[in-house]
T-cell receptor, first 116, second 114 residues
Framework: EAQVTQNPRYLITVTGKKLTVTCSQN?????MSWYRQDPGLGLRQIYY???????DKGDVPEGYKVSRKEKRNFPLILESPSPNQTSLYFC???????????????FGQGTRLTVV | AQSVTQLGSHVSVSEGALVLLRCNYS??????LFWYVQYPNQGLQLLLK??????LVKGINGFEAEFKKSETSFHLTKPSAHMSDAAEYFC????????????FGDGTTLTVKP
């Protein structure tokens, strides 16, 4: 089954404690992206990757890091989480083919992060 | 850069009534347009998309949308609402000149009353 898998689904952590949210896709997609969803603000892109070892900042990259060492995986790293990073996070992938997300995007189930 | 505006953060309809969710976009180059649906505690899933060709596109669950270039709109409709349509709906636009980035609207929550 084609899918994007995020882990964990729920996470409560304390300020400053480094964490990683994993994302994996089994569709051989080139394009992957991280979003955060906040009430009234829709989805905002954090980082994206157009292929292995190619990543770039989205609209709200501050406080986040990503890596793309393999095509299927695109982890999101919060090195020193703060309460304003409490949010619902989604990973997405798309066929890409140099055109980015002009094809359907497949989304993970989401990770609800609370930073206290 | 592109942008998307969804008019109305909340829309409420009665079961069996017409559903109309509005989306306007801004783009200096031909856009790719999408509607996604998000059910509670789930990720987004594609309802329908416009890339090129026919401007009236049909999607899953009886939804359709029409691309109107002159009005820069891509409104989502369904003739008869079902209770199961209650969800949040997102319009998104992508252009190839911006690293293929997708920009999402703020979302519209659809409530269906019995």
């Amino acid at each position: 089954e084609a899918q994007v898998t995020q882990n964990p689904r729920y996470l409560i952590t304390v300020t400053g404690k480094k964490l990683t949210v994993t994302c994996s896709q089994n569709m051989n997609h080139e394009y992957m992206s991280w979003y955060r969803q906040d009430p009234g603000l829709g989805l905002r892109q954090i980082y994206y990757s157009m292929n292995v070892e190619v990543t770039d900042k989205g609209d709200v990259p501050e406080g986040y890091k990503v890596s793309r060492k393999e095509k299927r995986n695109f982890p999101l790293i919060l090195e020193s989480p703060s309460p304003n990073q409490t949010s619902l996070y989604f990973c997405a992938s798309s066929l890409g083919q140099g055109g980015g997300m002009n094809t359907e995007a497949f989304f993970g189930q989401g990770t609800r992060l609370t930073v206290v | 850069a592109q942008s998307v505006t969804q008019l109305g953060s909340h829309v409420s309809v009665s079961e069996g009534a017409l559903v109309l969710l509005r989306c306007n976009y801004s783009s200096s180059v031909p856009p790719y347009l999408f509607w996604y649906v998000q059910y509670p505690n789930q990720g987004l899933q594609l309802l329908l998309k416009y890339t090129t060709g026919a401007t009236l596109v049909k999607g899953i669950n009886g939804f359709e949308a029409e691309f109107k270039k002159s009005e820069t709109s891509f409104h989502l409709t369904k003739p008869s609402a079902h209770m199961s349509d209650a969800a949040e709906y997102f319009c998104a636009v992508t252009v190839n000149t911006n690293a293929g980035k997708s920009t999402f609207g703020d979302g519209t929550t659809l409530t269906v009353k019995p």
